[in-house]
């Protein structure tokens, strides 16, 4: 229950997080856990995929689409659903 007209997403329940890629099963290291849905697998493996993109572009999110070749828009999305930091490196 709230009080707004939109649930923020870290109350919904941890298999709806999962499924849709917000949160991501890891083990104690960090990894993937080995009991990883295929959700999660995809998911992370795009997420690696989209900050690869950026680190060699220097965050540059135009030159990362052309890389990617994919739409501004969609990489904006995959950022946000993807929970990834898209600081320029030594930026405060």
Do not use: C, W
Request: no cysteine; proline share 4%.
């Amino acid at each position: 229950m709230t009080t707004t007209s939109t649930v923020p997403a870290h109350v919904l329940p941890d298999n709806l997080q999962q499924a849709s890629g917000m949160r991501i099963s890891r083990d104690s290291s960090g990894m993937l856990a080995p009991d990883a849905s295929l959700f999660e697998g995809v998911a992370d493996f795009e997420r690696r995929k989209i900050i690869e993109a950026l680190e060699r572009v220097n965050y540059s999110q135009t030159e990362a689409v052309e890389l990617l070749r994919i739409p501004l828009s969609t990489l904006n999305q995959k950022i946000k659903r993807r929970s990834i930091d898209v600081k320029r490196k030594g930026a405060s």
